[in-house]
Each structure stands twice: as C-alpha cells, then as structure tokens.
C-alpha cells in the first residue's frame, strides 16, 4: 500500500529565510504533484514532477524529484509573507487506467513572519 | 477560461435533512471526483468517475451517493447529513494527458447544524 509521509508538518520561519519541505513515499511511483492550499480554499497545483530528477521552479518556489529515493523536496528561498499557506504533496499509485488515484501527505503549514 | 464551477460555495442544513452539492466542468475531462476534507486534513476521496464508470471508495459512507447525468455535471447527495459531515467537499476533474493533473473546483463549505 502506497503511504505519503510530509515533514515536517509545521513550520513557522522569518521573511528572507530558506527552508525545505520533505515528501517521502513508500512504493514506486512515476508521478508527484505538490498543492498549495490557503485557509478555507481550494487546492491549487503548484508543480508536477513526472520522471526522475524532474526540476520545476515558480517564483521563490522549486520542487524536484528523486524517484529512487522515493522524495520529493520542495524548496523555499527568501520567504515572504505571501507564501504562508499548507502545501500538499501527492503521490499517484503506479496502474493508471481508471484508478489513477492520487495519495495525499499530510500536508505542511507554513506560517512565514514578517 | 476553462474551469470547474461548484455550487454553492456555502451550503448550510439541519441535521438529517437531505442536501445536493453540484459540480460543472468546462475542461471536457473524462475523470471527475469528489473528496471531503475536514479542517487541518488532507483530502479523502470519496468517489470517483471514469465517464459513466463510478468507482466508490470502500470506506465511503453508504450516506454519500453521486450521480454523473452527463460529462459536464457531476452532484454529490448526502441523503441525512449529520454533524460528522460538515466539512469542505471539493470536486476535481482530470483528463487523459500525459501529466493526469487533478483540477480542484473552489469548494462547498458544509454546515450542518
């Protein structure tokens, strides 16, 4: 069974600072989405990371992908106020075809300080 | 723009009384869900849609029913909400390309009083 850990699960850091969100999943899977979500909205894709080695990059935010380390890291670089939001990783169980469901992480909250 | 609509944003109901949460589409996509997600939680699929195929998740309460009439619309019943269920229920929608995106509709907040 297909498991999505997130770490941490809270997070609270200064504007200007760099820190990193951790995804780990527990069985092979060839595709990772990352979510952003605000209080009381919707989820919003932010990146997603479809082979080994994947980079993708918006704004102050970059996600990568090493399958055969089963991560996903997503990186922040000098917070700002507007980024504080829970961020989702997920993880597609390997099978498509009509159940190509997607395994969700926790999710990380980021409280970022002026 | 191509987008998913849910209505209504806010719904409030009674305790046990019966209530329709809809979900239109405008992106043609072959694949609609629905999850429920409670504050502070990831969210948890309920059921899905391939086309006219529905797939039921098997801890889905037997409260919780769909209905797909056509490509574009998809509606979630709750037939007696009680005050577990209230929640945020989101629907999305995926197509076939290579990169299986789920497109998150904004959300029905649920209420149950």
């Known amino acids: 069974e297909l498991k999505v850990e997130q770490n941490p699960l809270f997070l609270s850091m200064q504007e200007g600072k760099n820190y990193t969100i951790y995804c780990n999943y527990s069985?092979?899977?060839?595709?990772l989405y990352w979510y952003r979500q605000d209080p009381g909205k919707s989820l919003e894709s932010l990146f997603v990371?479809?082979?080994n080695g994947a980079v993708k990059q918006e704004g102050r935010l970059m996600a990568s992908l090493d399958t055969k380390a089963r991560l996903s890291t997503s990186h922040i670089t000098a917070a700002v106020h507007d980024l504080s939001a829970t961020y989702f990783c997920a993880v597609v169980s390997i099978g498509g075809g009509s159940n190509y469901q997607l395994i969700w992480g926790a999710g990380t909250k980021l409280i970022i300080k002026p | 723009d191509a987008m998913v609509i849910q209505n209504p944003r806010y719904q409030v109901t009674q305790f046990g009384k019966p209530v329709t949460l809809s979900c239109s589409q405008t992106?043609?996509?072959?694949?609609m869900y629905w999850y429920q997600q409670k504050s502070s939680q990831a969210p948890k699929l309920l059921f899905h849609y391939y086309d006219k195929d529905f797939n039921n998740e098997a801890d889905t309460p037997d409260n919780f029913q769909s209905r797909r009439p056509n490509t574009s619309f998809c509606f979630l019943d709750i037939r007696s909400p009680g005050l577990g269920d209230a929640a945020m229920y989101l629907c999305?929608?995926?197509?076939?390309?290579?990169?299986?995106?789920?497109?998150f509709g904004p959300g029905t907040r649920l209420t149950v009083l």
């Open positions: 069985t092979t899977s060839d595709r």
């Open positions: 990371l479809l082979s």
């Open positions: 992106l043609n996509h072959n694949v």
């Open positions: 999305a929608t995926r197509g076939l390309s290579s990169y299986n995106e789920q497109f």
